[in-house]
T-cell receptor
Framework: AQSVSQHNHHVILSEAASLELGCNYS??????LFWYVQYPGQHLQLLLK??????LVKGIKGFEAEFIKSKFSFNLRKPSVQWSDTAEYFC?????????FGKGTRLHILP | DVKVTQSSRYLVKRTGEKVFLECVQD?????MFWYRQDPGLGLRLIYF???????EKGDIPEGYSVSREKKERFSLILESASTNQTSMYLC????????????FGPGTRLTVT
């Protein structure tokens, strides 16, 4: 069955630093992957998704993620973070008609 | 825009009380979900529903029940609230079958004292 693991539970960066958040998935046939984000006080929302095609996926607010099949990874990246990127980020994988979420990474950006 | 609303943002209840959390979606989605979110544990699925009057247990259904009498509404019930049910509860909906994205409500922060 599909599952995901996120390596970092808490990340602190300064503004303008580059970001990479790790996500690994377990093999389970066709691979579809999501990244969700939850800004402070806001509802969880979709950041980007991979279903098929180009393994480099671009999402909202300058985020991107690369699906690397050989490494079972779907890491989230942003070249230059802003204070407003402070949030909790969840990697997720569909399983049947449900979605299995990772435990989340809290990102704190220092101004 | 898909809108998922939850009846309360904050709720304080006493141990042993029966608690109802309501969720309504306005996009005619077939699927609805209830999660609880706890620090360091991510989102854990409590119950979900594919259709009216239909429910399936998620990963942590103990101590909870659900009701779906109308397509747009999905209720989570804590029959006898306990302190270990203090948590953030998130409702979500998605369309049809397949790996469709889920749309989330703002959450209800429940405190059981």
């Amino acid at each position: 069955a599909q599952s995901v693991s996120q390596h970092n539970h808490h990340v602190i960066l300064s503004e303008a630093a580059s970001l990479e958040l790790g996500c690994n998935y377990s093999y389970g046939g066709t691979v579809n992957l999501f990244w969700y984000v939850q800004y402070p006080g806001q509802h969880l929302q979709l950041l980007l998704k991979y279903f098929s095609g180009d393994p480099l996926v671009k999402g909202i607010k300058g985020f991107e993620a690369e699906f690397i099949k050989s490494k079972f990874s779907f890491n989230l990246r942003k070249p230059s973070v802003q204070w407003s990127d402070t949030a909790e980020y969840f990697c997720a994988v569909p399983r049947d008609d449900k979605i299995i979420f990772g435990k989340g990474t809290r990102l704190h950006i220092l101004p | 825009d898909v809108k998922v609303t939850q009846s309360s943002r904050y709720l304080v209840k006493r141990t042993g009380e029966k608690v109802f959390l309501e969720c309504v979606q306005d996009m005619d989605h077939e699927n609805m979900f209830w999660y609880r979110q706890d620090p360091g544990l991510g989102l854990r699925l409590i119950y979900f529903s594919y259709d009216v009057k239909m429910k399936e247990k998620g990963d942590i259904p103990e101590g909870y029940s659900v009701s779906r009498e109308k397509k747009e509404r999905f209720s989570l019930i804590l029959e006898s609230a306990s302190t270990n049910q203090t948590s953030m509860y998130l409702c979500a909906s998605s369309a049809g079958t397949g790996p469709y994205e889920q749309y989330f409500g703002p959450g209800t922060r429940l405190t059981v004292t």
